[in-house]
């Protein structure tokens, strides 16, 4: 069986650099043998790449790819405190999108962070999950996700 990194490396997935805190927080915490990430948005260079609502400025099928990147951050601030070659299995994912008035699509969209977990990890990335619409998130990103993965020592 091979690695994390080396999954990562067969579908050609590099993890970004963690994403610099935009507040008073840490990337990620352990405890015990989990780690909890912040909630992570979806960062490309430091930068958001595109805001706004799901349903309005920005479609359920971006958001989607959106939440994929923002999952990929999650990972990395994970592999920043511990290792990504530690994870054993993905717990939970928490996705909050910043949705439109009358935009219910919301499980769609957390899908793009929770087929990542599946591609990744396979049967180890199968996990509990909330999709949360929400009227705006920080700095008006359209999606952000939260990662919880039980680690090894």
């Not at 927080?25 to 780690?35: E, I």
């Not at 309005?56 to 099928?61: G, N, Q, S």
């Not at 499980?107 to 990542?116: D, I, Q």
């Not at 396979?122 to 993965?149: F, K, N, Q, T, Y």
């Amino acid at each position: 069986m091979s690695t994390v990194s080396e999954r990562l490396d067969e579908l050609g997935i590099t993890l970004p650099a963690v994403a610099a805190p935009v507040a008073a927080y840490v990337p990620a915490v352990r405890t015990g043998n989990q780690v909890w990430t912040s909630g992570q948005l979806p960062f490309i260079d430091g930068a958001l790449g595109t805001t706004g609502r799901v349903g309005a400025e920005v479609t359920a099928e971006e958001a989607a790819d959106l939440a994929r990147t923002a999952a990929l951050n999650a990972l990395a601030a994970v592999d920043a405190l511990v290792g990504v070659d530690k994870i054993t299995r993905v717990l939970k994912i928490v996705g909050f999108v910043a949705s439109a008035e009358g935009f219910t699509g919301q499980p769609t969209v957390v899908n793009g962070a929770s087929n990542l977990m599946g591609e990744i990890f396979g049967e180890a990335g199968a996990h509990a999950r909330s999709a949360v619409g929400v009227a705006e998130l920080p700095l008006a990103a359209p999606v952000e996700i939260e990662l919880i993965v039980e680690v090894s020592d």
